[in-house]
């Protein structure tokens, strides 16, 4: 309509006319633009907001799942180092009982990582990772990733140590009907068809002797690595709950 009514006033010489027609004219043509930038901006913004949610969601997860971890893991510790000076010390001793839990909790346990990056790998497989308008959380999203995956390396290892040398020695030497009768951390049985019995094994002699002190401090060696990486990871991803939560602040303040 615009064009139509310019072309008529360059026909009639109607310079008044035609340039009330033209800046109509650019007017228009401007708004349009930011109109259609506005909408891009509202759909990018909700589409942050979307993605910020999910990965607010996978922080939460992985804080508690890491919290558990690293108390299995420091109760693994704890456990190996009185297995460690009962095997070095002929002095002290054992209830059945109690050295069984002992066993469990220090030989046979392997905690295994879990952390959510579901989010994370979506957008950075999906090219999509440039939503997230906060340089600082990208870079704390992919420190995490890279931390991650050399904890599932130095977690590799400790499987590895475990089932060439641990497992061997238990399967060998000391009798696990006595530890499988000990409940899970959730509370269940680890061979439910096991029937209760008398705790009245005799300590294994391996457990005096260096073969078995020895294996105590390599699973320790690898799971004070991964102590370490988990410590770290819990740190990063309260760092990352923490700048989601100022980036959907932001979000929410713009109108």
Known sequence: MILRRL???LKD?????????FVLLVVGVFLGIQVSNWNADRGDRAAEIGYLGGLREDA???IGTLQRFIGNLEAQQTARARLFDFSN???PTLEPAQRDRLVLVGLFELPQLDINEVTFETLKNSGRLAAIRSPK???ELQSLSANVAAAL???ADEVQTTYLFSDPLLVANVDMAGVFRQLS????????WLKDGPDVAPTPEIMRTRQFANVLLYRSFFTNLRLANARNMLEQHRRIAALIKARQDALRGTP
């Open 137 to 139: 959380l990208v870079s």
């Open 13 to 21: 010489q109607n310079w008044t006319a035609i340039v009330i027609e």
């Open 153 to 155: 390396r130095d977690q």
């Open 89 to 91: 010390d002929p002095r």
């Open 60 to 62: 939460d997860y992985s």
């Open 185 to 192: 951390r959730s509370g269940n049985p680890y061979v439910p």
């Open 7 to 9: 072309t008529q006033s």
